[in-house]
T-cell receptor, first 114, second 116 residues
Framework: ELKVEQNPLFLSMQEGKNYTIYCNYSTTSDRLYWYRQDPGKSLESLFVLLSNGAVKQEGRLMASLDTKARLSTLHITAAVHDLSATYFCAAFRNSGGSNYKLTFGKGTLLTVNP | GAVVSQHPSRVICKSGTSVKIECRSLDFQATTMFWYRQFPKQSLMLMATSNEGSKATYEQGVEKDKFLINHASLTLSTLTVTSAHPEDSSFYIC????????????FGPGTRLTVT
C-alpha cells in the first residue's frame, strides 16, 4: 500500500524567508502532484512531476522529484502572505489497466506572517 | 484547462434522508472519476473510483450500500449518500483525469454536506 508522509504539518514563516516542505512516499510512484487548498475551497493544481530529477517552478514555488529517494520537495522562496494555505502532495500509483489512484499526504498548513 | 463542476455546492439535510451530489466534466470526457471525502483539518481520503458503464470500485472501509455511485455517462458521475447521519457531514470532492498527455487531475469545487 502506498503511503505518503509530509512534513512539517504546520509551518509558520515570516515574510521574505525561505523554507521547504518535504513529501516522502513509501513505494514506487508513477508521478507526484502538489496542490494548494485555501480554507473552504477545493484543490488548486500547482505542479505535476513526471520523472526522476524533474524540477518545476512557478513564481515563488519550486517543486522537485527524486524517485530514487522517493522524495519530493516544495521550496518556498521569499514567502509572502498570499502563500498562506494548506499544501498537499499526492503520489500517483497505477496498479494496472484502469486501476489507478492518488494517495494524499496529510497536508502542510502554511502561515506567512508579516 | 479542463473544468469539473459539482452540484450542489452546499447542502443541508436531515438525518435519515438521502442526498445526491453530481460531478460533471464540462469540456472533456471522463471514463473514470474519483470521489473523495475531507473532514475538517484533514486530508482528502479516496472513497471510490467511478467507472463509466461499470460498477464503482470502493476503498476499504467505505460502505457501497451507503454511498451509491452511478457513472451514467462520459461526463457525469453521481454520489448518493443514503440514510445520511451527522457523521457523514463532510466536504465531498470529485476529480477526473485529464485526457491525452495532460497527466492532470482536475478537481471539482466540492460539496459541503451538513446533516442535522
Amino acid at each position: 500500500e502506498l503511503k505518503v508522509e509530509q512534513n512539517p504539518l504546520f509551518l509558520s514563516m515570516q515574510e521574505g524567508k525561505n523554507y521547504t516542505i518535504y513529501c516522502n512516499y513509501s513505494t514506487t510512484s508513477d508521478r507526484l502532484y502538489w496542490y494548494r487548498q485555501d480554507p473552504g475551497k477545493s484543490l488548486e493544481s500547482l505542479f505535476v512531476l513526471l520523472s526522476n530529477g524533474a524540477v518545476k517552478q512557478e513564481g515563488r514555488l519550486m517543486a522537485s522529484l527524486d524517485t530514487k529517494a522517493r522524495l519530493s520537495t516544495l521550496h518556498i522562496t521569499a514567502a509572502v502572505h498570499d502563500l498562506s494555505a494548506t499544501y498537499f502532495c499526492a503520489a500517483f500509483r497505477n496498479s494496472g489497466g484502469s486501476n489507478y489512484k492518488l494517495t494524499f499526504g496529510k497536508g502542510t498548513l502554511l502561515t506567512v506572517n508579516p | 484547462g479542463a473544468v469539473v463542476s459539482q452540484h450542489p455546492s452546499r447542502v443541508i439535510c436531515k438525518s435519515g434522508t438521502s442526498v445526491k451530489i453530481e460531478c460533471r466534466s464540462l469540456d472533456f470526457q471522463a471514463t473514470t472519476m474519483f470521489w473523495y471525502r475531507q473532514f475538517p483539518k484533514q486530508s482528502l481520503m479516496l472513497m471510490a473510483t467511478s467507472n463509466e458503464g461499470s460498477k464503482a470500485t470502493y476503498e476499504q472501509g467505505v460502505e457501497k450500500d451507503k454511498f451509491l455511485i452511478n457513472h451514467a455517462s462520459l461526463t457525469l458521475s453521481t454520489l448518493t449518500v443514503t440514510s445520511a447521519h451527522p457523521e457523514d457531514s463532510s466536504f465531498y470532492i470529485c476529480s477526473a483525469p485529464g485526457t491525452g498527455f495532460s497527466y492532470e487531475q482536475y478537481f471539482g469545487p466540492g460539496t459541503r454536506l451538513t446533516v442535522t
